[in-house]
Every structure is written in C-alpha cells, then in structure tokens.
C-alpha cells in the first residue's frame, strides 16, 4: 500500500542529516546515513490531521485530551501487549530530555549511573552533564552477536542508584529476550537500583522478533522503571518533540512530574500531540510494510557484503533501522577507517567509538531509507574496500 522507493529531497529544509553535512563532515557531498530519522515520508494520516488542524487559524495554548492518552494505551496494549494506565504517562519534548530530567529526579550529584556501551551515546552526556558518575557494564559481543555481563553488572549495581537501558539496543540492534530483560531487572532490583528504560525503538522490531516493555515482566521490576516511548522514530516525526514517560510507581511519577511542573514544560507541543495519536491510531500497516522494507534493505546489505567483501561484517540485526558493521578485520585504525570512508567512498556513517568502550572498529548505518541509497553506499564502499 505504501512507496518506500520514493527519493525525497531534503536539502535546504534545515534538516540535520542533510543541510548539515559540510559541519559534521568537513564535506558537503557525503551521502549521509548518520542521523536516526528516516528518509522516508511521514505517512499522508499524520500530514492530512496536523494539516488538517494547521486550518484552524488559532495556534494557542492546548492540552492531551483524553484520545491522545487512550492512541497510547491501545497502541501499546496491541503492539506490545502491555496493559498501562492514563495516570502513568507523562511528556517530555523528546526521550534525551526525559532521560535527563529522570537523572534530576531520581538521583543525587555524585551518584552512579551504568551506562552499557557501545550504547547511544547521549546516555554518557546525560550522566556528567548533571555531575552524576558514570559506571560502566560494558555489553559483551559474543561472535557478532551482543549480550548482557550479568555479573559485572552485579559489581557495578553495588555502586549506582541507576541505570540507563537502551532496549532494543541503539547502536547493536539487539531485541532483548523475557529472560535477559528479567535477569537485568531482577538484579537492578536487588540493588535498589532505578531502571530508565529508552524503548524508543520498540516498535521497529524485525519480523520474527517481538519487542518485550521491561515493566510488562513482572510487578516489581515496574515499580523501579521508567519506560521512556515516543512516536518520532516509529513514524518520522522526531522534529514535533513529542514523547512519554511510563512510570507506574506513584512516588517515583510524583517526583518526576514535580521537575516538569517547576521547568514548565508539560504543556508540550500541539501538533506534536496531533501526530502522535493519528499515528498510534492509524499506522499498524504501515508501520509493518516499513519493517518488511527495512528487513529487504538489510538483507541486500548482508548477502552484498558477504558476497563482495571479506573485511566488513554486518552484525545480525533483530530491531531498529539501525545496521551496526564491523570493520575491524579492515586492519585499519578507527581514524583511518572514518576519513576513508568520508573521504575516499564519499559516506557520512555514525563513526564507532562515539558510542563508547565497544564501539571502535565499527561503524552505524542507517537503512531506513530507499533501497537505491543502500545500493549506492554498498556501491561507494566496494570500489574503496573492495
């Protein structure tokens, strides 16, 4: 039903990924592949209700009304098959904000925060940016395939009074399982320690997979998470600001509501709130082709790579738009690798070790994107690394 082949251009639509390129790259040519939002249209649903509200000639001040909490719960109830309450959804302009404004909450200066690189990297500037520790529990990348150490996050509970969880994982692409999930809440929990839970990509989940929502498990791991959703990755709509924060213990959304109410800022964002819910309402199938799409892409990349070079891997991808390749058998330095790649193939990647401890040697690429700009960077990177 929907054209995911269409090339749109974004130039000159002060578009981070595009318009900035000559910034971040020092070129201005670069096919750029960095920024997680999609180069694909917003579905005509959310355009035809933000357009159709935009009509209105008045702009002023507005509320969430009822349907844009309940878009929320039967989005999630249907998707993800966890049952929330009205009562337990805040706003936040965005998911790094709220990550920030939970540190705020929850935690002291000084505090530990376990970050579990390579992981997105505003978590790092969430922690010393509010003079809190960082702690790390570095993930284990067992034969291309990335898991939790269960056991060093033991140690590192021991000393922290929270945890920033990317889950699916942003930049690895992991889906976590029930039993991971349950295993890392479990000892959180023991420890007394808060769990952020970024689930922003919970609903680009490869077929075959299902995306879990850490507080679904079990009662008790609710009552020390903060589940942080939003539609912005889901449906493109990452410039409208607008996100939820889940939190079903009562002092833990009392303490977090109290930050939003001094920064007066809960008011949020009017069309950003119109977008959500003609999103949550009305976009099921499209959001299923998007996947199936984003899977096909990712196929082309694994079987181009594996049939046409022998030094760049892609790691398995079970969520997100987001393919994570290895270029250590490159032999290269991660400098080398960068200005190659810029430079010599022309392609603007999110550079490996910008994710932290983990992340060097690698390189993130976004797929959500038409397949003829998936062809052109397998085809950059072969005339170079060939």
């Known amino acids: 039903m929907y054209d995911f082949d269409k090339v749109i ?49 008045i702009y002023g001040y507005s509320f969430r009304a009822d349907e844009y909490y309940h878009s929320i719960i039967e989005w ?20 790094v904000p709220g990550i920030n404004f939970a540190v705020q909450s929850f935690t002291q200066p000084g505090d530990g925060i376990i970050v579990q690189p390579p992981v997105y990297f505003p978590f790092f500037d969430a922690v010393k940016s509010n003079g ?49 999930l349950a295993k890392l809440g479990d000892i959180c929990r023991k420890h007394g320690v ?30 020390v998470t903060v589940t942080c959703v939003a539609p912005s990755k889901t449906f493109n709509l990452a410039g409208l600001a607008t996100s939820s924060m889940i939190i079903s213990n009562e002092e ?4 977090f509501k109290k930050l939003l109410d001094e920064l007066h800022i809960s008011g949020g964002n009017l069309f950003g709130a119109v977008a959500s ?64 790649l810029i430079q010599k193939c022309g392609l603007g990647f999110s550079h490996g070790p910008v994710f932290g401890e983990g992340g060097g040697g690698f390189q993130r690429i976004n797929l959500a994107a038409p397949r ?8 950059r990177l072969k005339a170079v690394f060939d």
């Not at 056991?151 to 920033?164: F, G, H, N, T, V």
């Not at 970024?198 to 609903?203: L, V």
């Open 277 to 340: 819910q003609a999103g949550y309402e009305h976009g099921g199938t499209w959001l299923d082709e998007l996947m199936q799409y984003v899977r096909n892409n990712y196929d082309f990349l694994e079987s181009s790579l594996k049939r046409d070079f022998t030094t760049i891997e892609p790691v398995i991808l079970e969520a997100t738009y987001l393919a994570w390749l290895d270029f250590r058998k490159t032999g290269m330095k991660d400098k080398v690798i960068k200005d190659t």
């Open 132 to 180: 809190r520790r960082l702690v790390r529990n570095l993930l284990v990348n067992n034969n291309g395939r990335y898991e939790f150490d269960y056991d060093d996050l033991e140690r590192a509970a021991k000393e922290s009074a929270m945890i920033l969880l990317s889950s699916p994982h942003n930049p690895v692409g992991r889906c976590w399982t029930r039993n991971e």
């Open 9 to 57: 251009p974004r130039d000159n639509t002060a578009c981070v990924k595009y318009d900035l390129r000559e910034a971040y790259f020092n070129k201005s040519d670069v096919l750029p592949m960095w920024v997680a939002d999609m180069d694909f249209a917003t579905p005509e649903f959310i355009r035809e209700a933000v357009i159709q509200r935009a009509n209105h000639p």
């Open 372 to 379: 003829v700009k998936i062809e052109e960077a397998v085809d």
């Open 252 to 255: 833990l959304r009392g303490r």
């Open 194 to 223: 808060i769990i952020i839970s970024d689930e922003i990509h919970g609903d680009l989940i490869m077929p075959g997979y299902k995306h879990i929502p850490l507080a679904s498990i079990a009662p008790e791991i609710a009552d």
């Open 76 to 95: 999630l109830k249907n998707r993800w098959s966890w049952n929330i309450e009205k009562d337990w959804i805040l706003y936040s302009p965005g998911i």
